[in-house]
């Protein structure tokens, strides 16, 4: 996941933040996919 995320534009990586209620980098592997498969 963090190569996913590391390749995404800052806006986007904002928005996932966001979404995650802080950082992504603070959700383990499942919440942070179930959160991008939510989102797409």
Do not use: C, I, P, Y
């Not at 995320?5 to 603070?26: E, F, I, P, V, W």
């Amino acid at each position: 996941m963090q190569h996913f995320t590391q390749g995404l534009r800052a806006q986007t990586r904002m928005l996932l933040d966001a979404s995650a209620g802080g950082s992504l980098k603070n959700k383990n592997e499942n919440e942070a996919k179930e959160l991008v498969e939510t989102m797409a």
